[in-house]
């Protein structure tokens, strides 16, 4: 706490360096260590207690399996939700030398479709931490996937007609625009990894097309009557025309 308290009026009086970092889910985070560093401390996002994740004197004895010095870059490989918050950083008197704020976020897409096109989304995540959910417009979650396996009730919230595809995703060979909404994959943490936003632009239905195909026929029709009118009319005028 008292670290948490130092940092804090380090951060407010400018005397540390500070940086702010923006880093997608399952992304790779580096932090360049000076000569002079000695201690890397953590302190997680919403947490009080900052915990040694690295020690220049006993690189191995530190609290966090997460990462680890690559020349001279402590590093995370596949960072989640999380590795989110202050890494702070002090020489060898303990005194704070710089801070870098970290921010994970979940990777996003945007997808446009018609109805009835193929729809796919998937993430390199283990089976057993795979969960899939779906948003549909002003109604609430569904949970699509759990554990990597296929819910049966999934088909509750209209977005029906999809499979499973291994280790973590599915597929909609039809897509139908009851699956308007907002897909998501979370990890076994229920950290968000991918979040798919999916807009689905309705076809014409078979009754559009035949009323526009019967308005067509019923127009035709009528031209062709108009021109048959038209010609008895003539007819009948010129066999009246007087005699010369």
């Known amino acids: 706490m008292f670290l948490v308290l130092l940092v804090s009026a380090c951060i407010g009086s400018g ?19 000076q000569d002079d560093i000695h201690v890397i401390d953590f302190l997680q996002r919403y947490g009080n207690d900052a ?5 220049r004197d006993d690189p191995e004895g530190t609290e966090n399996p997460r990462g680890r010095m690559w020349g001279n870059s402590f590093t995370i490989e596949n960072v989640t939700q999380r ?18 704020i970290v921010d994970v976020a979940a990777n996003t897409q945007r997808v446009s479709l018609k109805e009835g096109q193929e729809f796919s989304l998937q993430y390199d995540l283990e089976q057993q931490s795979c969960n899939i959910y779906f948003f549909p417009k002003g109604v609430q979650e ?12 999934a088909d509750l919230s209209g977005c029906t007609g999809f499979q499973l595809l291994k ?5 909609n060979e039809n897509i139908p625009t009851s699956c308007v909404g907002r897909f998501e994959i979370r990890d076994h943490n229920d950290d968000p990894a991918l979040k798919v936003s999916v807009h689905i632009e309705a076809s014409k239905s078979y009754t559009s097309y035949l009323w526009g195909s019967g308005g067509a026929l019923i127009c035709t029709c009528l031209a062709c009557c108009l021109r048959l009118i038209c010609g008895c009319s003539s007819g009948r005028h010129s066999d009246f025309a007087p005699l010369l």
Do not use: F
């Not at 989110?84 to 020489?91: A, H, M, P, T």
């Open 167 to 171: 280790p973590c995703g599915i597929l």
């Open 83 to 100: 590795d989110s918050g202050r890494y702070i950083l002090r020489n060898s008197k303990s005194r704070l030398m710089s801070v870098r």
């Open 51 to 55: 915990i040694p994740i690295w020690k």
């Open 142 to 153: 569904t949970e699509m996937v759990r554990h990597g396996r296929l819910e049966s009730d």
């Open 15 to 33: 005397l540390a360096d500070i940086e702010r970092d923006y880093v997608n889910y399952g992304g790779r985070y580096k932090i360049r260590v």
